[in-house]
C-alpha cells in the first residue's frame, strides 16, 4: 500500500469531488420486486443502486404501509452495501411529507438517497428538499442525505441549472415518459423509444441540457429507462448512445435484464483505465507534479480526468490492474 498522497488529498483541494455512483438505478415498486433486487445486488455487488419506488409504487390509500416497508428494507440486513434509496410522492400529492417523515424518521441514516419527482420549478424542487433538511434536525440524523431530482416537466428542464445548483442534489434524472407527455401529442409516441427518444429534436434537447446542467455543477446525469426488456443487444445499445452521444454518466433500469448491459455500456473503455492506472501511478511517484507519458505531457488538469475514470471504472466492477487497485484504492491482490 502506497503512503504516498492519494489523489483525492492532492486533486481537489477547495472544491467538492464529482460524486461518483453505479452506473445503474434500478427502480423496484413492490417488496417481492425490491427483495429480488437485494438479492441480486448481494450477488454482483454495489454497480447498482436500488430506489425502493413510493410514488408509483404505493397503490391509493396505502402510501404510509408503503414507505414504512420501503424505509424496513432499506434498514435490514439484506441491504449490505447501503446503495438503497427511495423516490417520494410528487410535491402536488397529499402524501408526499408524509414519505419524508416515515423514510427520514426510520431510515434517515442509511438512505443512500431520496428521489423527488415531477417538480415544476426549482422553488418545487428547494421546498421538498427544505423538507428533507428539516426532517434530519427533528429526527437527529446526522448527515444531509443525497437528492435526485427527476426533470420531467417543462418547468424543471426550464429551471435545471438552478435545480442542479441546490445544496445536496446528486444526480439529475431524465423523465423520459412524462416529459412526452407533456407535449400534448406535439412530440409522437415513438420517441419514447429508440431511435426516436434519441433523434428527436425537442427530446434530444432535453437530454442535452440536463447533461449540460448536470455536469457544470457537478451533479451525475442520469438517463432514462429503456421499454426494453428482453433484447439485451438493443439495451446495451440505449445505454451506449446516452453515455457517448449525450453525457450520462448513470441510466435507470426498470427490469433485471436490463441491470448488466447497462453497467457494461456504461463503463470505461479498459485501454483507457490502463493509460489512466499508468499515468496517475507516474504522478503519484512524481509527487503530482508534471510526467511525461507515452510522449504526451499530463498535469493535475489531465490527473483529475484520469482519477475520476478510474472511480467510474471501479464503480462499474471493471479489474483494476493490480498496483493500482492497491495505491488507489486499498485492494490488496494475491
Known sequence: MS????????????????????????????????????????????????????????????????????????????????????????????????????????????????????????????????SIRSAEERHGVERAIPVHVLIETHGALRDAWDIAALDRVESLDFGLMDFVSGHHGAIPGAAMRSPGQFDH?????????????????????????????????????????????????RMWSIHPNQIVPIIEAMRPDFSEVEDASSILIAAQDAAWGPIQYAGKLHDRASYRYYWELLKRARATGMNLPTDAAARFFQIKTG
Open 3 to 130: 503512503s504516498l498522497p492519494h489523489p483525492e488529498h492532492v486533486l481537489f483541494q477547495g472544491e467538492k469531488p464529482f460524486p461518483v455512483l453505479p452506473a445503474v438505478d434500478h427502480y423496484a415498486g413492490s417488496e417481492k420486486l425490491m427483495r429480488k433486487a437485494l438479492a441480486l445486488q448481494e450477488e454482483l455487488g454495489p454497480v447498482f443502486d436500488i430506489t425502493c419506488d413510493c410514488e408509483d409504487g404505493a397503490h391509493a390509500g396505502a402510501e404510509a404501509e408503503h414507505a414504512e416497508m420501503a424505509a424496513a428494507l432499506v434498514l435490514s440486513d439484506d441491504n449490505r452495501f447501503g446503495r438503497v434509496g427511495a423516490r417520494i410522492h410528487d410535491i402536488t400529492h397529499p402524501h408526499w411529507e408524509q414519505d419524508v417523515e416515515i423514510l427520514v424518521s426510520r431510515a434517515g441514516n442509511r438512505l443512500a438517497f431520496l428521489t423527488i419527482p415531477k417538480p415544476r420549478s426549482v422553488a418545487d424542487a428547494a421546498r421538498q428538499i427544505e
Open 201 to 249: 429534436p425537442l427530446v434530444a434537447r432535453a437530454k442535452c441540457d440536463i447533461a449540460a446542467a448536470a455536469l457544470a455543477n457537478g451533479v451525475v446525469p442520469s438517463h432514462n429507462v429503456t421499454t426494453e426488456l428482453k433484447d439485451l443487444d438493443y439495451i446495451r445499445r440505449d445505454a451506449e448512445r446516452a453515455r457517448r452521444e449525450f453525457g450520462y454518466l
